[in-house]
């Protein structure tokens, strides 16, 4: 059974930094892709960020390019995204996601992933 466990989000302050944590069960992570997506209450679940598994290579949508940043460490089973010059519209629900067939493409400026589990999600507020 894969579980993907979503932590670290919070309260921060605009211009502020967070960092996200996925830790993956039932499967080796070592293998696999990873995604991040976020959702506001209304709205679709959006794709914001993708690491490859062997490799390392990175994805992001055109609203985080140059503020995210995700890795990842296999001998802990996790992934991470580091969030920097946070801004009010980064408020969401943040996921991360993987899959057996994960797929990742860009379209316009915005970044549309293909997966079969996630997590739960943490929250992330941007507020003064």
């Known amino acids: 059974q894969v579980q993907l466990v979503e932590s670290g989000g919070g309260l921060v302050q605009p211009g502020g930094s967070l960092t996200l944590s996925c830790t993956a069960s039932g499967v080796n992570l070592d293998t696999y892709a990873i995604g991040w997506l976020r959702q506001v209450p209304g709205k679709e679940r959006e794709g914001i960020s993708y690491i490859s598994s062997v490799e390392g290579t990175t994805m992001y949508a055109d609203s985080v390019k140059g503020r995210f940043t995700t890795s990842r460490d296999n001998s802990k089973n996790t992934a991470y995204l580091r969030m920097d010059n946070l801004l009010p519209e980064d408020t969401a629900v943040y996921y991360c996601?993987?899959?057996?067939?994960?797929?990742?493409?860009?379209?316009?400026?915005?970044?549309?992933?293909?997966?079969?589990?996630w997590g739960q999600g943490t929250q992330v507020t941007v507020s003064s």
């Open positions: 996601a993987t899959g057996d067939n994960f797929r990742a493409a860009a379209v316009g400026n915005s970044l549309k992933l293909e997966y079969e589990y």
